[in-house]
C-alpha cells in the first residue's frame, strides 16, 4: 500500500475507533455540568392571570452566568411539547439560584402540566430538572 | 460714460444689491425661526429655551477650561497621553460641531450629573433632550460618559448566546472598526437628525479645522489633519441638518475626491479616539468613590450603607449584572473571604437586557409624525414605534451591524437594552434651594429616581397591570404598586421582578447605590459647574 494511501487509512480508522470516546466525552462534560444542579424548591405557581404565569423554583447552584431556564408545558400531562424560556442570572455568592420563568400566551381557566429544567444558552443542558409532572390553572 | 449714467447705474446696482440682500436674509430668517414644533401642550417644558441658553454658556465656560488647560501644559512626550485626553475635552464641550454650531456633545452630558442630562425639567419630563434643529428631540434618555470606555468590542458568545460590549443603549457602536466602541460612539450624535445634526462626518472635519483649537488638533494628530481641499459649497452643505430633504438621502453630501475623503475619514476617527482618551482618562472615570475607598481599606461603610451592600450582593441580586468584583463562587462549605476579586469594579457585566419596562408615553420622538420645515419627518409611525433595543440595531433598523450572522438572533435581543454601569447614578449637582437635582434613568427615562429604580426591580411582577402609562386603575398608584405593561414583554429578564425585599431594604439599597458617586476620595473635575435652580 503507498505511504499517503496508508496514513489515510490511519487516520480513518482512529477516527471511527475514537468517535464513540470524543461522543462519550462530550455527553461526558454535559452530564458533569448538569449533575451538580439539582432543584431544592418547587417548582410552583408564583403569579397567573387568565392568559400568563410565572413559575418559580429554587436550585442548589447556577452553573453559568446567563442561564435560560425553560418550562415545558402543555395540556395533556403526556405532552409537554410547548416550551416558554426566560433569562435568570446567576449570583454565584448565593448558595442557591432562583429560576423564574414567564409563560404567555395562555387560554384562561386552563389546567397546564409542565416540567422544567435549565440550558445553557446554546441549549447545552444545565440538569436541574423536574422529577416530577407539576400543574398550574390559570384564572 | 458721462457722470449721470454712472450715477444712475450706481444707484441700480444697489437697488438691486439690496432687494437681494434683503431677500436671501427674510429666507435665512424663514428657515430659523421656523421652529418645528407638533408636541401637545405639557409636553415641552416651559423653561427650555433657557435652560438651553444656560447649559450652552456651562459648556463655553468649561470649554475655555479646557483650552487654558491646554495652553499650561508643557508639551512633550511625556504629557502625550494629558495631550490627547485635553482634546477629546475641548471637542466635547464645543458647539461648534452641530450643525447649527449651538450645540456641544456634552449640552446633553453634563459632569455635574455624572455626564447625563442637565436640565431638572427636561430630565422629569420628556427625557430625551432637543437637537441643534429646533425642535427635534432624541428618543432615549442621554447616557452617562462614565465608564463607556470599559466596554470591550462588541462580541457574541456562543455558549451564552450573548452578546458582550458595544456602546449605545442598542449596541450599535460595535467598535469593529477603531477597536473601541466607546470612540465610535463619538461619531454618531453629531451626525444624527434628531441631535447635533451635521450631514456629513466631513463637516466635523470641516468644523474642526476652522476652530480656535486647529493647532492643538493638529499637534496631537499632526499637520496632516486637515489637508483637504473642500468644495465651495461645504459650508453651506454643513449648515443643512442631517435628513433634510434637499440632501436626497445622500450621506457624504460633501463632495471630495477619494483621497480627500479617506483624509476626512481618518480625521474624523481621531476626533473621536480623542474624545475616549478623555471618557477613559480620570477626569471622567475617577474610581475615586466611597466603595472605591472602602475596598482600598480606606473608609468604613455605615450601617445602612453595608446592610445594603449585602442586599446588593445578596438577596437583590443585583451584582449577577451590576458587577461588584467579589465572583467568588461559593460551595457549601465556603464562605466569601471578603477580598474583592477586582479592585476596580465596573459594576456592569457588559451585556444587554430587557427590564421589562413600560412604554414612556412622554418621549417627544412619538410625537415627531410630520414634517418639519427641511421636508424631514424624524418618526412617522408615532406611537406605532415600539424600542426594540438590540432587536433594532440587528435588523439592521439603528445603525448597521457589521456581521450579518446576528441578525437572524434579533427576536431573542428584542427589548435588549445595554446594562449600564451602577457608578455614579447618584451623581447629582447641589441645588441652590437644597433640594434634589431630579434625574431620570433607564433608556426611556421612565423611572426617575433610585427608589423608584429599586422598587421597579423589586415588585415589577408583584403589581403587573395590563394597562399603559397613565391609565393605572382607582386605587392604584402607579410606581408605587401599579406597573404598566412591559413595552416588550416576551424577553423580559425573569432575574428582577419579585426580590422580596422589604421597604426598609430597598431604601438601604438606594443608600448603598449613593456610595458609587466619584468625588470621594479626590475632588471630581467641574462637579461645581452647576448654574441652574431645581424644582
Known sequence: MSRPLLSLAITVWVSILTFPIQAVSRQRVAAEIAGHMQIIKGPDLESATDKSAI?????????????????????????????????????????????????????????????????????????GSSRTISQFTTR | ?????????????????????????????????????????????????????????????????????????????GTALRQVQLLGKIELFDKNLSVNKNQACSFCHMPYAGFSGPIPSVNLG??????????????????????????????????????????????????????????????????????????DSACIVRRLSQSAYRKVFETVWGPQAFVINWPSNVDQICATPAGAAVLGGNPTPVNLTPVDRGRSNATFDQYALAITAYEGSPDVSAFSSKFDAFLAGKYTMTADEMAGYNLFRGKGNCNSCHLDGRSTTLTPSQSDDGNAADVAPKF???????????????????????????????????????????????????????????????????GFMQVSTARNVDMRPKCPNGKTFPKAYMHNGYLKSLKEVVHFYNTRDVFPFDVTSGNCPAGTKEKVN????????????????KLGLTPTEEAQVVTFLKTLTDGFTTPYPDSNTFTGSCP
Open chain 1, 55 to 127: 413559575i418559580r423554583w429554587t436550585t442548589n447552584t447556577g452553573s453559568t452566568r446567563i442561564e435560560h431556564s425553560v418550562v415545558h408545558y402543555g395540556t395533556d400531562p403526556k405532552d409537554l411539547s410547548r416550551r416558554a424560556e426566560s433569562l435568570n442570572r446567576w449570583n454565584q455568592n448565593l448558595p442557591y439560584m432562583i429560576h423564574r420563568v414567564s409563560v404567555m400566551n395562555l387560554t384562561p381557566r386552563t389546567t397546564y402540566y409542565f416540567k422544567v429544567e435549565s440550558v445553557r444558552g446554546d441549549g447545552t443542558p444545565l440538569g
Open chain 2, 348 to 414: 456592569t457585566d457588559t451585556t444587554s437586557a430587557n427590564l421589562g419596562l413600560p412604554k414612556n408615553p412622554v418621549d417627544p420622538f412619538y410625537f415627531e409624525t410630520t414634517p418639519d420645515s427641511f421636508g424631514f419627518t424624524p418618526n412617522p409611525a408615532g406611537f406605532a414605534f415600539t424600542d426594540l433595543g438590540v432587536g433594532l440595531f440587528l435588523r439592521n433598523l439603528s445603525g448597521t451591524t457589521p456581521n450579518s450572522d446576528w441578525t437572524p438572533l434579533a427576536p431573542a435581543f428584542d
Open chain 2, 126 to 199: 420628556p427625557v430625551a433632550y432637543p437637537g441643534s434643529s429646533h425642535f427635534r428631540f432624541g428618543k432615549r434618555k442621554p447616557q452617562s460618559y462614565t465608564y463607556s470606555p470599559f466596554y470591550p468590542v462588541l462580541q457574541f458568545n456562543t455558549a451564552q448566546a450573548n452578546f458582550y460590549g458595544g456602546n449605545f443603549w442598542d449596541l450599535r457602536a460595535t467598535g469593529f472598526l477603531l477597536q473601541s466602541p466607546d470612540a465610535e460612539q463619538a461619531q454618531d450624535p453629531v451626525r444624527d437628525s434628531q441631535e447635533m445634526g451635521s450631514p
Open chain 2, 482 to 497: 401599579c406597573w404598566p405593561t412591559p413595552e416588550v414583554p416576551q424577553t423580559k429578564d425573569m432575574t428582577i421582578g
Open chain 2, 1 to 77: 460714460m458721462c457722470r449721470t449714467s454712472l450715477v444712475l447705474l450706481c444707484v441700480v446696482c444697489l437697488v438691486v444689491l439690496g432687494a437681494v440682500m434683503i431677500t436671501r436674509g427674510v429666507s435665512a430668517q424663514n428657515a430659523s425661526s421656523s421652529i418645528y414644533f407638533p408636541y401637545p401642550t405639557g409636553i415641552i417644558p416651559s423653561d427650555l429655551v433657557p435652560e438651553i441658553q444656560r447649559v450652552n454658556r456651562e459648556a463655553s465656560l468649561i470649554e475655555a477650561e479646557g483650552i487654558a488647560q491646554w495652553n499650561a501644559l508643557p508639551k512633550n512626550s
